[in-house]
């Protein structure tokens, strides 16, 4: 069955440093999300994408954040300048979205455990 | 924007005993998902349920979509189902998870 692939599965870094996050949705996948967890608290929406661009984000998606499709099968996710409480398991996940109102199963990866010291 | 409730927040099982994990959203949604967080974080999806019943296995859903709540009901329960059970739904092009169910299971 196919799945969605991230890596690093860990990533220490220090405070200030860029980071990025690497994901391989599932290839017939149209739509790609970010989430991150926060150490023993629920799962939080980051930024989805569609079609190139951004289709929405949340309040927690600042000017630090940026995500990319460089290439058919990547997207990533970039922390330009980290901090101590990005730390955090990201999660990518990726859907068919067969478009208007119908909608489908997000397929999460195993997740970036990032470590921000 | 749309809210997500889970009870109970802990739940500690003798093996063997069947269980029923509760959500709640506040408004009318397109998708809804079970999910298993195991112990090494990963995220599995369990179920796609925005309305009707299903059954995997020893687990099984029901969404009553017009009335705003998804039931999650794990029979026989074993240790491997330890760990944290989510809800999520959609609400707009992201997936809004609820605080979770913690579930311990004795041996």
């Known amino acids: 069955e196919p799945e969605v692939t991230q890596t690093p599965s860990h990533q220490v870094t220090q405070m200030g440093q860029e980071v990025i996050l690497r994901c391989v949705p599932i290839?017939?996948?149209?739509?790609f999300y970010w989430y991150r967890q926060i150490l023993g608290q629920k799962v939080e929406f980051l930024v989805s994408?569609?079609?190139?661009?951004?289709?929405?984000k949340s309040e927690i998606f600042d000017d630090q954040f940026s995500v990319e499709r460089p290439d058919g099968s990547n997207f990533t996710l970039k922390i330009r300048s980290t901090k101590l409480e990005d730390s955090a398991m990201y999660f990518c996940?990726?859907?068919?979205?067969?478009?208007?109102?119908?909608?489908?199963?997000?397929?999460f990866g195993p997740g970036t455990r990032l470590t921000v010291l | 924007g749309i809210q997500v409730e889970q009870s109970p927040p802990d739940l500690i099982l003798q093996e063997g005993a069947n269980s029923t994990l509760r959500c709640n959203f506040s408004?009318?949604?397109?998708?809804l998902q079970w999910f298993h967080q195991n112990p090494w974080g990963q995220l599995i999806n369990l179920f796609y349920?925005?309305?009707g019943t299903k059954q995997n296995g020893r687990l099984s859903a029901t969404t009553v979509a017009t009335e705003r709540y998804s039931l999650l009901y794990i029979s026989s329960s074993q240790t491997t189902d330890s760990g944290v059970y989510f809800c999520?739904?959609?609400?707009?092009?992201?997936?809004?998870f609820g605080a979770g169910t913690i579930l311990r299971v004795k041996s």
């Open positions: 996940a990726s859907s068919v979205r067969r478009g208007g109102l119908s909608t489908d199963t997000q397929y």
């Open positions: 290839s017939n996948h149209l739509y």
């Open positions: 994408f569609y079609n190139n661009e951004i289709s929405e």
């Open positions: 408004d009318s949604v397109n998708n």
């Open positions: 349920i925005p309305s």
């Open positions: 999520a739904v959609e609400g707009g092009n992201k997936l809004v």
